[in-house]
């Protein structure tokens, strides 16, 4: 069975930097787009970034040049470097992985931007 397990989030004060890794298993196949969505309270969840497993990169306008996407596909990784963070990127972020058609997620993990 497919399971994304989040890491990283937490407290950070407006212009800092955070990362969050997600790591994918129970594949037998290799997996397609991966990439992270987020949550705010009273708010749709939104696309932040995706990466296929070429290394094609797709960014949410609000978070272009501030974050970065990347991949291990050889161990099923995927990991999202925030920096120059504002208040309100402050959410659930949300680790998605696309394996043979289907979505998978992962428990979120919070991102809190304060001073």
């Known amino acids: 069975q497919v399971q994304l397990v989040e890491s990283g989030g937490g407290l950070v004060q407006p212009g800092g930097s955070l990362g969050l890794s997600c790591a994918a298993t129970?594949?037998?196949?290799?997996?397609?787009?991966m990439g992270w969505y987020r949550q705010a309270p009273g708010k749709q969840r939104e696309l932040v970034a995706s990466?296929?497993?070429?290394?094609?990169?797709n960014y949410a306008d609000s978070v272009k040049g501030r974050f970065a996407i990347d991949r291990n596909n050889a161990k099923n990784t995927v990991h999202l470097q925030m920096g120059s963070l504002k208040p309100e990127d402050k959410a659930v972020y949300y680790c998605?992985?696309?394996?043979?058609?289907?979505?998978?997620w992962g428990q979120g993990t919070q991102v809190t931007v304060s001073s």
């Open positions: 998605n992985a696309d394996y043979l058609s289907q979505a998978y």
């Open positions: 129970g594949n037998r196949f290799s997996f397609g787009a």
């Open positions: 990466i296929t497993s070429g290394g094609s990169t």
